[in-house]
């Protein structure tokens, strides 16, 4: 079956680190533009990352310097390293490959 | 960045009836435009790429149109299910997302 399953969201405090993991099964990550998308609550989509199959990245500005995309293409997973965390950073986080498969999200919360 | 641009914020429509939602790109995206559609709980569905093809299983009544800057999606007869926010996203240089309209019963 082809889906998206992402894990390791979490309560934390700000200033903290987390890292989100998005298995990937039925298709190869790596050779797919694979992005993070956040919704925070009550909000609209706002995208966060992207890689393309080249592994060239690039990031929203609100985020860009803190957090980290990446791939283990042995694992077929792509993560999203989260560092300095916010109060705005709380979210619902999702990934997606290119426009037409999303995971189901997981929820990052970061208050103290 | 392209900032994307979508109005307007709330739509109030009766079932039936036919509803126009439009997405301005701050910059020309070409037909690298999407639509979304999401309901509360969900993740977003991809109706729309391309800036005019309908994703597989998406009703007809859905459609969309446009280039450079300029998109409209068009629902023809809204149905009941029809009543989420729609999200469109440009890919033509890396991602963005414009603010969301969110349908509503009339």
């Known amino acids: 079956e082809v889906q998206l399953v992402e894990t390791g969201g979490d309560l934390l405090q700000p200033g903290g680190s987390l890292r989100l993991a998005c298995a990937a099964s039925?298709?190869?990550?790596?050779?797919?533009?694979m992005s993070w998308v956040r919704q925070a609550p009550g909000k609209g989509l706002e995208w966060v990352s992207v890689t393309n199959p080249d592994g060239n990245t690039n990031y929203a500005d609100s985020v860009k310097g803190r957090f980290t995309i990446s791939r283990d293409n042995s694992k077929n997973t792509l993560y999203l390293q989260m560092n300095s965390l916010r109060g705005e950073d709380t979210a619902v986080y999702y990934c997606?490959?290119?426009?037409?498969?999303w995971g189901q999200g997981t929820l990052v919360t970061v208050s103290s | 960045e392209i900032v994307m641009t979508q109005s307007p914020a709330t739509l109030s429509v009766s079932p039936g009836e036919r509803a126009t939602l439009s997405c301005r790109a701050s910059?020309?995206?070409?037909?690298?435009l999407a639509w979304f559609q999401q309901k509360p709980g969900q993740a977003p569905r991809l109706l729309i790429f391309?800036?005019?093809t309908r994703a597989t299983g998406i009703p007809a009544r859905f459609s969309g149109s446009g280039s450079g800057t300029e998109f409209t999606l068009t629902i023809s007869s809204l149905q009941s299910e029809d009543f989420a926010v729609y999200y469109c996203?440009?890919?033509?240089?890396?991602?963005?997302f414009g603010q969301g309209t969110k349908v509503e019963i009339e």
């Open positions: 391309g800036a005019s």
């Open positions: 039925g298709f190869t990550v790596s050779s797919n533009y």
């Open positions: 997606a490959r290119d426009l037409n498969l």
């Open positions: 996203q440009q890919y033509s240089n890396w991602r963005t």
């Open positions: 910059q020309s995206v070409s037909s690298n």
